[in-house]
């Protein structure tokens, strides 16, 4: 096996990007309006629609594209950017520009094609340091349409499916993730207004030294063994065109996500369900989350909570501190929380929240301190019950096939995914899916 292949992934979180705890600038949180739309929805989820969904309204787009992205490691989603480039698009990409593998190589592909570059204003600039991490997913086309979503430009967030819910004979394995489009002027504008604001932030900053500069050693080729099973239902996307206008209200890092999310947990009356990366319950911010769901089910004591987590790559024992975290506030393994299973999808890397059946948060949020109070991120919050039950179907789909138990057997499963000494058996892994932000 290569020597820069990871076999156990158990030691992933002892690999670093570049540090994300330096000295930040002061930035003003902006008010967040919401919006009221009625016009087209597309909902789509990885590993089996992202790709169509993003490859056919990208090869749509006819005067601009901009997007801010944390990771960005596909090729072939770079190709369809130099596409748009060569056919006369403006495209613009701010990135959080980290040394992993394959990423300073493909920002200067993107470059030297023409798009627009600028780094985002993260701890990874030497320039402008206004976040941790500039973590948001987010892309705005010709004006109109917005794309927010929890996968990166990474061959597992956003695996080349390019049939829209996947070809069983030709599947392609990947994240679960989950993204949502929608066409609305009035939200373009607004997410427009973030990522040039953002972008402004860096670009007025004094000359620096350029980017952080190469790492001595290469970067660090993440590979493991592809599931050895398909999902055993995909879910193409699905277009809604609403009858009236639908609240849309977006949720920022830092700016309003805990000003939205805790009051919206608290008042849950029927169901709460979370698929998300991790849960670090020991943090504040996170507590308070987590206390807000308590608060719910102290008020409706048959309100369900269902979590789905990714397992624990990492941890001694299975059996870890996230765990014990929710044990605190009567969250159990089995009962109330389960891991994504193995056997379908490289890793959890979503950030769903629905309520009640009606109200979902799509998003790039994880649930840490970092996350919710300190980093750039993005998600929307929509109150449109067809598109919760959307959603809702995928999850009731990953927690039915979800580990429940902690069995000797399936801890064994979560402590080690070797990598396949076939590369025709492998799937390419990113470390920034991986690593706390």
Known sequence: MPSDTLAHLPTLPELRLLPRQCRLQAYTPQAVPGFAIADQFIAYASPEATFAVTRRLLAAARHTILIGIYDFTAPYVRDLLVAAVQRGVQVSVMLDLDQRKGEPELWADLLAQGCVGVPAPSCASVSARYFPSCHEKVIVIDDNWTLVQSGNYSEASIPQNTTDGGDPARFVPGNRDMGLAVHSAPLAAFFTGVLTGDMQ??????????????????????????????????????????????????????????????????????????????????????????????????????????????????????????????????????????YLNPAYFVHCHNKLLLV??????????????????????????????????????IFDLDWATGLADLTAASRATLRELPAAQDTAAQVPLSLGDYVEV
């Open 201 to 338: 932030l860096e670009q007025a900053a004094p000359p620096g030294r350029g980017l952080a500069e190469p790492p001595a050693e290469p970067g660090i080729a993440l590979a493991a063994t592809s599931p050895p099973q398909i999902p055993p239902t995909r879910f193409p996307s699905r277009r809604f065109r609403p009858r009236r206008p639908i609240p849309v209200q977006p949720v920022l890092s830092p700016d309003n996500y805990m000003q939205v999310i805790p009051d919206l947990l608290a008042a849950a009356t029927r169901s709460i369900a979370i698929e998300q990366q991790y849960i670090r319950g020991d943090q504040p911010a996170i507590r308070t989350l987590l206390e807000a769901i308590r608060a719910a089910r102290s008020q409706h004591p048959a309100l369900q909570v269902r979590i789905v987590l990714a397992r624990p790559y990492g941890a001694p024992d299975p059996d870890h501190a996230d765990l014990a975290a929710l044990a605190e506030f009567d969250l159990h393994f089995g009962a109330h929380v389960r």
């Open 356 to 393: 009640d059946g009606q109200r979902v948060l799509v998003s790039s949020q994880n649930w840490s301190d970092c996350a919710v109070t300190r980093n750039r991120e993005a998600g929307l919050l929509v109150d449109y019950a067809p598109l919760a039950r959307y959603y809702q179907a």
